[in-house]
């Protein structure tokens, strides 16, 4: 099939290039981003190839269509960044890749926990500069606190990310609390709680979101959850940056009761993340703002980013092109039912 891949950096060609390898497909790598203004560089593919940030709202999708679209190849499990009910409607496969070593993702929540805890960010800087004063750097063991889990795979579903992240914890000897609405058979067996929100925030030193967005999920964590948290809580967000409202955030790190931060994923990512910005000023005021805090650890959506993972996606990707030009079925569909109107 003839292919166009958008955000495509060397790394997403390296690994593709490798899983295409015996599959033939013909990949036109382009580094931007699809939307709106750039939809016209995909007019006669078949197929496009897309991440996190691109978006492919219904206008798009409609005139991709009318331009011999056939397949939306996500590089990523979350689809919120494409309309898939307009997709459906207009006859466009969208196909994803559900899981793609979600330990990747876990051990980079665990990752910002630890950072964020002992400080090690800090003492590697100060360490260079001669600076072996411990002041500042004073954390606390992870034995024996309580950690939210908000998202942590349904019963029968393997590799969630909440599960693996709910594992870890449990061997550092933590209290897991968690929530979903399809409580995870295997951690109630490994003595994890499930509580509603409301309950959960109140008892966590911790919490960590591995729920999908949705809009049951957009912006969950807004000022009147953050008031319900444990004084010093530590807020860690690997899913996707909407699950939290960003002002309520900052005012809960400025007032309380946020103790520290660390995030992978931010609200408005996509004019921000993925690129070297060094040279140019951020003219995003509520993400700068986040910087100047020194409790705030803030990732640019790496937490995918191991060789493992690009592999999985690179495969899983390569194969769903496959399937879809052979059986007119993509492996992975993503299909959603549309909202009604009762009214
Ligand atoms: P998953 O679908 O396996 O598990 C998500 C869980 O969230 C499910 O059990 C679901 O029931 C639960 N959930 C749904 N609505 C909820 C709600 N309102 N409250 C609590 N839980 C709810 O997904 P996953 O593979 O574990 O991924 C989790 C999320 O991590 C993805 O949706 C994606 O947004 C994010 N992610 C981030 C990166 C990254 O690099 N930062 C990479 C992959 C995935």
Redesign the pocket.
């Known amino acids: 099939m003839r292919v166009a891949v958008f955000s495509a950096r060397p790394y997403d060609e390296q690994f593709l290039a490798g899983a295409n390898a015996g599959a033939g497909h013909e990949l036109t790598y382009l580094e931007t981003r699809l939307s709106r203004e750039t939809g016209r560089l995909a007019a006669g593919f078949d197929a496009v190839c897309v991440f996190v940030n691109d978006e492919l709202d219904a206008d798009l999708l409609g005139a991709l269509r009318a331009d011999g679209l056939k397949l939306v190849a996500l590089r990523?499990?979350?689809f919120n960044n494409v309309d898939v009910v307009a997709a459906q409607r207009c006859g466009v496969t969208v196909a994803r890749v559900p899981?793609y070593s979600?330990h990747a993702?876990a051990e980079?929540s665990l990752a910002l926990i630890l950072t964020l805890n002992r400080k090690t960010h800090r003492a590697f800087n100060r360490i260079r500069e001669g600076n072996f004063a411990l002041e500042g750097l004073l954390g606390f063991d992870l034995n024996g606190k309580t950690v939210g889990v908000?998202?942590?795979?349904?019963i029968g579903?393997i590799g969630?990310?909440?599960e693996i992240v709910a594992r870890i914890l449990l061997g550092f000897g933590c209290v897991v609390v968690a929530?979903?609405?399809?409580p995870?058979r295997r951690l109630l067996d490994l003595g994890v709680r499930y509580a509603s929100i409301p309950e959960l925030l109140p008892l966590c030193d911790i919490v960590t979101l591995?729920?999908?967005?949705?809009p049951?999920?957009h912006r969950?964590i807004d000022a009147s959850a953050i008031g319900r948290m444990k004084p010093g809580v530590m807020l860690i967000n690997?899913?996707?940056g909407a699950v939290v409202d960003t002002i309520a955030v900052i005012h809960g790190l400025k007032s309380g009761p946020i103790g520290s931060l660390g995030l992978?994923?931010y609200e408005e990512e996509s004019a921000l993340f993925f690129e070297d910005r060094s040279e140019r000023f951020i003219d995003d005021d509520v993400f700068a703002r986040l910087l100047t805090f020194p409790n705030v650890l803030v990732t640019g959506?790496?937490?995918?980013?191991t060789q493992e993972a690009l592999t999985s996606i690179a495969d899983t990707t390569i194969a769903n092109i496959t399937a879809f030009e052979r059986t007119g079925r993509a492996i992975h569909e993503v299909r959603v039912e549309p909202v009604t109107d009762a009214s």
């Open positions: 990523a499990a979350g899981a979600p993702v980079h908000v998202g942590t795979g349904a579903a969630a990310i909440g929530h979903d609405p399809c995870n591995h729920c999908p967005l949705t049951a999920t969950m690997t899913s996707r992978d994923v959506h790496q937490a995918f980013f």
